[in-house]
């Protein structure tokens, strides 16, 4: 086992600790979470020219795609989730100033990246069948079983990956964030567009695209991480399964794993519950979520940032100071909602149209089913899901992750299946059905997030005035 040796913190991760405690609230959200929300938007956008290639190929390809990308989705949870989770508790010890605990936990947590990676690869032979398990259609099945076991290879990359990206995210660098990401992204997108529109190929080398793009990132995460004395490195020698150090990050991140894996799981059975308006209504579910995405995922990139804001806060002892955050968070993600959704009523039309061109033509009734879907989806996601986002800040930032799984259950087992399954049995309405399942459950979401974030705030106000 290699020696430990004296662990330093450079003047710019000094200076960003010293920034997040005392500086400008308005200016810490801006400087931490602006680049956050300008890549997962750039980042949804380049995702959404991904989808229109698909659909290049056919119709039927894109609705593949999306049906089996939250299949993928339930699997890349676990990295995600973990790294959510353990994020939270790296920024508090950073926050603090107990610099070792934070090596300490980021060593440990990149080994068991590593572990998970092992058991993802070792199902990688059973993918079809897992397909079949989960009620995938045949269709789907055949055409995309080899774009499944691709793209678990890439999420096994990912779970390192989205470690790096939470690390960087607790020592606040974010434009480091948007531009590695962005430059990774323009290379996933360069090579489906040679792979779809040179090479003439099927979806499989989308995912192909995808697992060199995940690749070159951790080569890029492994290089970053390399520096054993710096207290946002990895080192062997800081490797530990004890319980103060891995239990706090574990006991975080399993509701927020939980919560991810359900949250895909009940789209994949809203996806399935789609298909008996046709197979095209889940394509159309799969892009007007794609077009609502470029509006929450730049509330998403808040949330993300403002959660380090808060922990950071909390864990340098002002809790004032952290509630300041979620108000402005607040205000912020809901003039987003509403500008976005504004946007895409305008340019619904021409939007739209871009999706229903293939090589097989124009299909205007897969545009008009997209429409029908879309108009429902952007009212009760916009607004509401940018409120809903400044809650989940709040609680990721304050360690409640059981309440956050919770809410999200709750969004999909109770405010969306329950109400499709009572539209498809005791309504004549079509297509437009899921796209109304949306707005309900996400209107619903933010109803309940607001009154969740309340007794919060509340019950942590009577705490300051007791002690």
């Not at 003047?11 to 931490?32: H, P, T, Y």
């Not at 997962?40 to 659909?55: K, P, R, Y």
């Not at 049906?67 to 993928?72: E, G, K, T």
């Amino acid at each position: 086992m290699e020696q430990q040796k004296e662990i330093k913190l450079s003047e710019k991760d000094r200076a960003f600790r010293e920034f997040a405690l005392n500086g400008n609230m308005w200016s810490v959200i801006f400087k931490v979470c602006l680049p956050l929300a300008i890549f997962q938007m750039v980042n949804h956008l380049f995702a959404i020219l991904d989808t229109m290639m698909a659909s290049h190929i056919s119709a039927q390809a894109v609705s593949t795609v999306a049906y089996l990308s939250q299949l993928q989705l339930m699997v890349s949870a676990i990295g995600t989730g973990l790294a959510a989770g353990s994020c939270i508790k790296i920024s508090e010890a950073y926050g603090a100033g107990d610099f070792d605990l934070v090596k300490r936990r980021i060593s440990s947590l990149i080994a068991i990246c590593f572990s998970m990676g092992l058991a993802v690869i070792a199902c990688l032979p059973f993918a079809p069948v897992l397909l079949r398990v989960t009620g995938t259609p045949e269709a789907f099945v055949a055409i995309g079983s080899r774009y499944f076991i691709i793209s678990l290879l890439a999420t096994v990359f990912s779970f390192f990956n989205n470690v790096y990206i939470a690390i960087e995210r607790s020592r606040g660098k974010s434009r480091r964030i948007m531009f590695l990401n962005m430059g990774i992204m323009i290379l996933k997108l360069s090579l489906t567009a040679i792979f779809v529109y040179g090479m003439k190929s099927d979806i499989t080398m989308i995912a192909v695209a995808t697992l060199c793009s995940q690749f070159v990132l951790f080569l890029i995460a492994i290089r970053n991480l390399s520096r054993k004395n710096e207290v946002f490195g990895f080192a062997f020698s800081y490797i530990t399964m004890k319980k103060d150090v891995v239990s706090p990050m574990i006991h975080l991140s399993v509701p927020v794993i939980i919560e991810k894996i359900a949250f895909a799981m009940g789209k994949t059975v809203i996806n399935s519950m789609s298909k008996n308006y046709g197979e095209l209504t889940v394509g159309a579910l799969g892009i007007s979520n794609n077009i609502d995405g470029i509006v929450t995922n730049a509330q998403n990139g808040f949330q993300d940032g403002g959660a380090a804001i808060i922990s950071q806060n909390l864990g340098g002892g002002r809790r004032a100071r952290a509630l300041e955050a979620f108000r402005k968070l607040l205000v912020i993600n809901v003039i987003i909602g509403f500008v976005g959704w504004v946007l895409i009523n305008v340019f619904i039309e021409p939007v739209t149209f871009l999706f229903a061109n293939s090589t097989q033509g124009f299909n205007e009734g897969f545009q008009q089913t997209i429409i029908h879907v879309l108009r429902y989806d952007s009212f009760g996601s916009c607004v509401p899901l940018g409120i809903n986002c400044a809650v989940m800040a709040l609680l990721f930032g304050f360690g409640k992750t059981k309440l956050t799984l919770l809410i999200n259950f709750c969004r999909v087992f109770v405010f969306r299946i329950p109400v499709l399954w009572a539209l498809q049995n005791f309504t004549n309405l079509g297509s437009e059905s899921v796209g109304i399942v949306m707005a309900v459950s996400n209107i619903c979401v933010a109803i309940m997030s607001s009154i969740t974030a309340w007794i919060v705030i509340r019950k942590m106000q009577k705490e300051e005035k007791a002690s």
